[in-house]
């Protein structure tokens, strides 16, 4: 398995950036894929998963700002996020696996994300 992300950059405060994770060696309708963040000097954060079936998870705290998606023909997850704010100053990681595998999953280089006026 592999997976490239994709879409990070430096934005302003309230602006959006939509994440890219492209999967090969599986299928999104095979596999669970999940976004996490890291912080400078803090630990892996779980943001969002999506199912074999389709199916979404986000975290509580970002309900109504981030938004977990794909497209099976394409083989790639994203992750659109709204209204961002300096503390989601991050390298953003795709891995194939859940919240409780995050830090075993095989997971890409990741995509560096700034926020900053």
């Known amino acids: 398995v592999q997976l490239v992300e994709s879409g990070g950059g430096l934005v302003k405060p309230g602006e959006s950036l939509r994440l890219s994770c492209v999967v090969s060696?599986?299928?999104?309708?095979?596999?669970?894929v999940s976004w996490a963040r890291q912080a400078p000097g803090k630990g892996r954060e779980w943001l969002s998963t999506?199912?074999?079936?389709?199916?979404?998870s986000l975290a509580a705290f970002l309900t109504g700002r981030f938004e977990i998606s794909r497209h099976n023909a394409e083989n790639t997850v994203y992750l659109r996020m709204n209204n961002l704010n300096p503390e989601a100053t991050a390298v953003y990681y795709c891995?194939?696996?859940?919240?409780?595998?995050?830090?075993?999953?095989?997971r890409g280089q990741g995509t560096q994300v700034a926020v900053s006026s």
């Open positions: 891995s194939n696996g859940t919240a409780a595998t995050l830090h075993s999953a095989t």
């Open positions: 060696g599986v299928t999104l309708t095979t596999s669970t």
């Open positions: 999506i199912y074999s079936d389709g199916t979404p």
